[in-house]
Structures are given as C-alpha cells and as structure tokens.
C-alpha cells in the first residue's frame, strides 16, 4: 500500500489518480475530508501533528511526502513524519522538496527543507527527493481575474523561469515510489522552456480564444496583494526570486525526461488541460 499526501492538491491528486490507475492500493491522505478515485482509501491528518498520520500507515510500504510551506515557518517538526514512517515498517519515501534548496539555500523555509532532506537521507529508509521549480499551477492565482475582467495582473512581466506541470512531477513521483531504479535520486524538474508572464498570459489567451491583457504590477503592488495571504519576509523572499533568477533556475533540467522517457509538458499544454478554470462560466481550482 502507498500513502500519499497531500492528496487534494496539484501534485497530489494526479499521482493518486496514477497510482490507483496503476492498479496499486492507495491511501489518500489530506487535511480535509474529499472525493477520491475507486478504491482509494481517503483519511484526514494534520502533518502538523505527525502522529495523526498513524494510521495511515498501517500497512504501508512507501509514502510520498508533501508538506505546506506553513510547517516550515512554524514549530512542527516534520522529520518525526520521518522517524514514524521508519517505525511503521516504512520501506520507501518520495519526498517533494524545492528547486530553492540548491538554488537558493539561506530562506528559511528553505533551510527547513534541506534539514528534512537530509533526515530522509540518514533514516536508512529508501528515498528520493524531487525538486521542482515553479509550478504551473501557480497561474490559478489568475484565474478569478482572466474570468472577471480578462486581465492577468503580476510583476516583472518580461522575466521568466521554465515552470513545470504539476502531472510531471506527479509521473516522476510515481516512478520513484514503484521502480527501485528511480530509489536513491535526487531529481530537479523544470519545463521544456522559460515562459514569463506575459508569455503565459498569451497562452491563456489563445486557449480561451479571447483577448486577455497583462497589468504589470510594481513590486510594491504585489507584495501588498501577496502579504493578505503570507508573512512579509516570504512575500520579500518570492519577488526577490521572480525578479531575479539565477543562472541554475533558469536551466531547462533533463530530469523529467531521465525518469519518465518523454520530454516535460509545456506551459501551453497545462494551460489547455486547464483552461476550464479560466472561463466565465469556469469553476474556480480547489
């Protein structure tokens, strides 16, 4: 049986999804109650109490490990999930880390991850870790907007990162969970090209087939958006990486390719899978 985590989200889903397909015995695992595919078993924790992942892994023989940035930047100490896992006759974990780790390592949230790693790392439990970097997904944060008033709001327009599908890592997190080969890797997954967000708010155009235009935001504007919903150092800490990529951020990886032998969807691929979101009469993502 493989449990996953954070089962309703953008990661999650798809590779619960994958895994029942796969004809593998699942267990969903996420803070609230949800629909899920046949024959997955679904049940509630909270990561920020290790121990109310118990019973979820009963059974178990790997566990794909997703955790909110909120652990990170509070006092839960998720490498006990570590240490459970192992106690619960554990054999494998998938951990989704961040590109940030390597390409960015004094964030806080950051160093909280690496700290994680290297638990699983020393746990003497099979491992891999995946690192992505920015999701597609995050484009959902428009959605409202496109649909309301055809207009995509962000900062820095004209600067870009090769965003990768959330499916992707799903697939790669599948692979590394169900074949010994991908055990042992750390694996950065990126899209197959840069795409800013103005190229981005193209692609939503011409998936809707109607015009939607790009507002620049300062960088002011978008901290003053971003902190309704998080800290001020970490809303400092994304538009300092936005801005700014690095050289290693900017890097198309080969990885996605490596494990699943096809080359990494693109932005317009997600975009058309997802375009529903988008539409005026679409529904809004979980």
């Keep these: 049986m493989i449990v996953v985590t954070g ?4 990661v999650g889903r798809p590779l619960t999804q994958a895994l029942a397909e796969a004809g593998e015995q699942v267990t969903a695992v996420s803070r609230r109650a949800a629909a899920m595919p046949d024959g997955v078993r679904h049940l509630t924790a909270d990561l920020a109490e290790p121990a109310s992942l118990a019973p979820a892994l009963d059974g178990a023989k790997a566990v794909f490990l997703l955790l909110s940035g909120d652990l990170h930047a509070s006092d839960a100490r998720p490498g006990d999930i570590v240490d459970l896992a192992a106690a619960h006759g554990v054999r ?32 003497g439990l099979e491992w891999a870790i995946l690192r992505p970097g920015g999701f597609a997904s995050n484009a959902f944060v428009w959605a409202e907007s496109v649909r309301s008033h ?60 109607t015009p939607v235009r790009f507002h620049e935001l300062s960088r002011v504007e978008a901290k003053e958006a971003m902190t309704r919903f998080v800290p001020a150092e970490l809303a400092d800490d994304t538009l300092d990486i936005i801005s700014a990529p690095n050289a290693a951020e900017l890097e198309i990886s080969p990885d996605v390719e490596r494990v699943l032998g096809r080359a990494p969807g693109s932005f317009g691929d997600w975009v058309a899978r997802t375009i529903d979101a988008f539409r005026q009469d679409g529904v809004a993502p979980a």
Excluded: W
């Design 7 to 10: 089962a309703t989200g953008n």
């Design 92 to 123: 494998r974990v998938v951990l989704l880390s961040s590109q940030g780790v390597a390409t960015r390592p004094l964030g806080p949230t950051r160093v909280a991850m690496r700290a994680l790693e290297d638990k699983l790392r020393g746990s």
């Design 150 to 209: 055809g207009v995509v709001a962000a900062p820095f327009g004209d600067v870009g990162v090769p965003v990768v599908d959330p499916t992707d890592i799903a697939d790669v997190a599948a692979a590394c969970l169900l074949d010994d080969r991908n055990a042992g890797g750390v694996y950065t997954l990126t899209g197959p090209a840069v795409v800013t967000p103005r190229h981005q708010t193209e692609a939503i155009a011409a998936a809707l087939g």
